[in-house]
C-alpha cells in the first residue's frame, strides 16, 4: 500500500509535462489577437457565445469564479455584427422643462453638434455682452457731456445689473452628449456589475438651486445609465442576484422593451420630478454568477434569457491531455503578454505552473480553470524574477511565488496551525481516548488540521442521542445522523441508554460537509470502547451508513496541512489515490494510507491493549450484518478488558 502511494508521487514529480511540446520559453507561443481565440477549457461556452452574437441573443453564464466568464463577454463585444451606432443627444424641452428630449444620430455627430451649438451661443453672448457694454459707455458719455456724470453712472449700473438678470442664459439651450460612440468602433462592452440602481438605469441629479435664474437645466442634470450606453453592445452584470429586484424589474422592462426613460433614482431629490423621453437601450445582456445566482435572480428576468438566450455552465476543470497542456501554455504566454512587464516563462517555469494547475484542479487527470488565481501566480513570479534581475522566469521563481502569493486562506490556517501546537489544540504525539485529528479546508485551497472530541454519557433522559458541537452546518449534522449506524454496528451495543457527545475544536467559521464522517465516527468508537486512538495520525473521509470510505475534495491542500502540524500518518479515500499532488518538501514528512472501509481505518488509528482479538472481533463484526451484531456481540471494549 506505501509502496503504491510513493509510486504515485513519484511519477507525478518526474513527469516530463510538456513532453509534447517543442519550446524553449513562452516567448516562442504564438498569442490570438482575438479574445475569443485566448479562451480555453471552456468550447462549449465559446460555442454559445459565437452563436449568441450572430443572432444577437442574451446568455447567463454560471460558475466558479475566475474561469473566464467577463472575458468571454468582451469577447462577444468583438464578434457582434457591425451595426450602424448611435449617438444620443439630450434636449430642454421649451414647452415642458421636467421632460427633456431624447434625439439620436449617427455616431461620432453628437460631439460635433454639441460644439456647433456651444459655438453658437458662445458668439450670442459676445453679441450681447457688446451690446450691453456699448448702452453703458453711452450712458456715461451721455451724462458726462451734460453734467450730471453722477445720475449716470447710477443709470449704468441699475441697466447693467438687470440686463445681468434679466439675460438668456444661452447654455441652457446647449444639447447634453448622454451617449458617445466613435464612428468606427467595435460594438461597447459595458461592465455593469455591482452598479446601483442610478448607475445602471440612469439618473438626474439633484439640483440645490432650483430657481433664482440659478438653476441648472433639467436636460443638463440627466446622466445615462449602463444600459443605454450599452446600446447596440454588450451589457455584462456578473453577481446578477446581488440587484435589488427594483431594478431587475426594470432591467427586465429595458430588455423587452428595448427603451428606458431616465428619472431620478431617489424620491427625495428635485431629480424624480424630471423623466426624459424614452432612450435607446438595444442591448444584449450577458449576466453572470455563482451557481446559487439563480435563487436570487428575478424568475420573469430569467425567463426572458431563457426564452430568448442561452444559458452556459463554466467548467472549472478540463482533462489533463496533451493537448490542454498546449492550451496552458499559451495561457501562460498570454499572462506575459497582457501584463507586459514581467519576463518570458522558460521551460521548467512553465512545466511548474501546470504542475500547480494539477494541484488546484482536486480532481484526477485534469487541470484547473481558474485562470483568474493561475494568473495572479504568474504575475507575481514574473514579479520575483524581475526583481532578481533575471531575463527569464523560471522554476524556482513559481516555487518562491507559490510561497508569496498565498491566499489569505493559507495565511489563516498556518498561524492556526503554529497557535495551535502552541496551546497543545493541535497534538500529534503519544494516544488519547476519544481524541481524532480531523482534516478541512478552508476557502478552496487552504486545508486545516481538525481536531475532534468524542464523550459518552449516561444519558438524561428517556433515551440517548448524539449531540455534535462547533458550529456544524446542514450536510455536516446530516452526516453525524448517518454514520451513527456505523459505530453501532462496530460497537454492537446498544447506545440508547447513552449520550454521545461530538466536540469540533476552533471551527469559528463553522463546519460544512461531511469528509469528517471517518474521524468522527473513529472518535466515537475510541470514546465507547475506551480504546486510545493514536494522535500522529490525521483522517480524512466521507462515510455511508455501511462503511465504505468515499471520496472527498482537498485531499491535496488537507495532507500538506497535516504535514505541516507535524502529523506523521495521514488516511484518505482510496479513490482519492490519484487526486494526491503534494509538494516535495511535503513528501518525506507524511506517509499517506489510502482506505475503502473504516475497519482499515479503525485498524491504522486504534490502539488496544490486545491487537489480534481486537482485530479477529473487527472483521467479526463488520462481517455479520448490523442486527446479528447487537443481540450477540457484547462490544470490543469488554472483551478486550477481559483479555
Not at 449568441?52 to 460558475?63: E, F, S, Y
Not at 439620436?104 to 457688446?130: L, P
Not at 487541470?367 to 532578481?388: C, E, F, P, S, Y
Request: glycine share 8%.
Amino acid at each position: 500500500m506505501e509502496k503504491t502511494v510513493s509510486d504515485n508521487l513519484e511519477k507525478n514529480a518526474d513527469e516530463d509535462l510538456l513532453f509534447s511540446t517543442e519550446i524553449s520559453d513562452s516567448s516562442e507561443v504564438e498569442v490570438p489577437s482575438r479574445l475569443i481565440d485566448q479562451v480555453i477549457g471552456q468550447e462549449n461556452a465559446v460555442e454559445v457565445i459565437k452563436k449568441a452574437a450572430t443572432q444577437r441573443r442574451h446568455v447567463m453564464m454560471l460558475g466558479t469564479p475566475g474561469t473566464g466568464k467577463s472575458m468571454l463577454a468582451k469577447a462577444m463585444a468583438e464578434l457582434l455584427p457591425k451595426e450602424e451606432l448611435k449617438d444620443v443627444l439630450v434636449y430642454p424641452n421649451v414647452e415642458d422643462s421636467n421632460n427633456p428630449v431624447i434625439r439620436t444620430v449617427a455616431a461620432g455627430r453628437g460631439k460635433q453638434i454639441v460644439a456647433a451649438h456651444k459655438a453658437e451661443a458662445a458668439k450670442r453672448k459676445q453679441m450681447r455682452n457688446t451690446l450691453m457694454m456699448l448702452l453703458v459707455f453711452g450712458i456715461l458719455g451721455y451724462s458726462l457731456i451734460t453734467g450730471q456724470w453722477l445720475m449716470g453712472i447710477i443709470a449704468s449700473a441699475f441697466l447693467f445689473m438687470a440686463l445681468q438678470y434679466m439675460r438668456p442664459r444661452e447654455e441652457m439651450m446647449v444639447p447634453k452628449l448622454l451617449v458617445s460612440n466613435e464612428a468606427n468602433a467595435i460594438a461597447p462592452f459595458i461592465d455593469a456589475t455591482g452598479s446601483h440602481a442610478g448607475a445602471l438605469l440612469g439618473d438626474v441629479r439633484h439640483d440645490p438651486f432650483q430657481s433664482g435664474g440659478l438653476e441648472t437645466p433639467s436636460h443638463d442634470r440627466v446622466e445615462a445609465g449602463a444600459i443605454h450606453k450599452a446600446n447596440g453592445g454588450v451589457l455584462f452584470i456578473d453577481e446578477i442576484n446581488t440587484l435589488t429586484p427594483h431594478s431587475q424589474q426594470n432591467l427586465l422592462t429595458a430588455l423587452q422593451e428595448g427603451k428606458f426613460s431616465i428619472t431620478g433614482q431617489s424620491e427625495r431629490s428635485s431629480g424624480a420630478m424630471v423623466r426624459t423621453e424614452d432612450v435607446p437601450c438595444h442591448f444584449i445582456m450577458i449576466a453572470a454568477g455563482n451557481l446559487d445566482a439563480i435563487k436570487g435572480m428575478h424568475p420573469a428576468l430569467r425567463s426572458r434569457i431563457r426564452g430568448y438566450g442561452y444559458e452556459v455552465y463554466m467548467q472549472d476543470t478540463m482533462p489533463d491531455t496533451p493537448e490542454n497542456r498546449k492550451k496552458f501554455v499559451r495561457f501562460v504566454a498570454q499572462e506575459v503578454k497582457n501584463d507586459g512587464k514581467i519576463p518570458h516563462f522558460d521551460r521548467t517555469a512553465i512545466e511548474e505552473v501546470i504542475r500547480e494547475a494539477q494541484r488546484r484542479s482536486n480532481r484526477k487527470g485534469h487541470l484547473t480553470l481558474k485562470l483568474r488565481d493561475m494568473g495572479g501566480l504568474i504575475r507575481v513570479a514574473g514579479d520575483i524574477a524581475r526583481q532578481d534581475g533575471a531575463e527569464m522566469t523560471t522554476a524556482e521563481h513559481v516555487l518562491r511565488a507559490k510561497g508569496s502569493a498565498r491566499s489569505i486562506e493559507q495565511q489563516i490556517t498556518d498561524e492556526y496551525i503554529q497557535r495551535s501546537r502552541e496551546y497543545d489544540l493541535t497534538v500529534v504525539s503519544g494516544t488519547q481516548v476519544g481524541r481524532v485529528n480531523g482534516l478541512a479546508v478552508m476557502g478552496s485551497d487552504s486545508g486545516s488540521v481538525l481536531p475532534i472530541m468524542a464523550e459518552v454519557t449516561p444519558t438524561q433522559g428517556a433515551t440517548g442521542g448524539i449531540i455534535a458541537t462547533g458550529q456544524l452546518q446542514e450536510i455536516a449534522q446530516e452526516s453525524i445522523k448517518n454514520v451513527s449506524a456505523v459505530f453501532k454496528k462496530f460497537t454492537g451495543k446498544d447506545i440508547k441508554n447513552m449520550d454521545i457527545h461530538v466536540q469540533f475544536i476552533g471551527t469559528y467559521g463553522g463546519v460544512e460537509g461531511d469528509s469528517a464522517s471517518v474521524s468522527v465516527t473513529t472518535a466515537v468508537i475510541s470514546a465507547i470502547e475506551g480504546i486510545p486512538v493514536r494522535q500522529d495520525v490525521a483522517m480524512t473521509g466521507s462515510l455511508s451508513v455501511r462503511g465504505d470510505v468515499l471520496p472527498i475534495g482537498g485531499v491535496t491542500y488537507k495532507i500538506e496541512a497535516a504535514a505541516k502540524a507535524g502529523i506523521k500518518t495521514v488516511i484518505i479515500p482510496k479513490s482519492n489515490l490519484d487526486d494526491v499532488l503534494i509538494e516535495e518538501k511535503y513528501r518525506e514528512m507524511v506517509e499517506v494510507i489510502p482506505v475503502d472501509h473504516i475497519e482499515e481505518v479503525l485498524e491504522v488509528a486504534l490502539v488496544p491493549q490486545n491487537r489480534e482479538l481486537f482485530l479477529d472481533k473487527l472483521k467479526r463484526l463488520a462481517a455479520r450484518p448490523v442486527k446479528k451484531a447487537l443481540e450477540s456481540a457484547s462490544g470490543i471494549g469488554g472483551q478486550q478488558t477481559a483479555a
